[in-house]
């Protein structure tokens, strides 16, 4: 494949999965005292992917990079000033992601998803209403 290269890269820093064009890293976080160790090891792994791609004459689409850290509702507090610089600008953190269709939040509640598909279903049971004699 292509993109394997860009998987050689991110193993030498950090856990990843790749599904077709999306790319997604993690990894377990024991406590927030470490995010300085924590966001440079993201930031470098993504620094050589910049690179990477680049080089290869393709882009890294950086409105699109984004990350969330699950959490307890308790320590969703501690999350919530983290961000990650990735070349001049920073991405901030993402209260919720979407994941091949489904959505999770950062406590791994399922109230955002529950809302999407009530919405998509009243969505498609009112077109059916309108074609209906």
């Known amino acids: 494949m292509y993109t394997k290269p860009v998987g050689e890269i991110i193993k030498r820093y ?15 976080l024991r406590s927030f005292d470490k995010w300085d160790d924590i966001s440079s090891s993201l930031e470098a792994s993504i620094a050589d992917i910049s690179t990477w791609v680049n080089s290869n004459m393709l882009k890294l689409n950086k409105d699109k990079t984004e990350f ?16 990650i610089k990735v ?5 901030n953190y993402s209260v919720s992601v979407r994941n091949l269709g489904f959505i999770l939040d950062n406590t791994l509640g399922l109230e955002k998803q529950g809302n999407y598909i009530c919405k998509s279903c009243y969505y498609q049971i009112r077109n059916i209403g309108l074609i209906r004699k």
């Open 87 to 91: 070349g001049s600008s920073y991405i």
């Open 14 to 28: 950090i856990k990843y999965h790749c599904y077709a064009n999306d790319t997604h890293v993690y990894m377990s």
């Open 68 to 83: 969330i850290v699950f959490s307890s509702k308790q320590h969703v507090k501690k999350t919530e000033n983290l961000r």
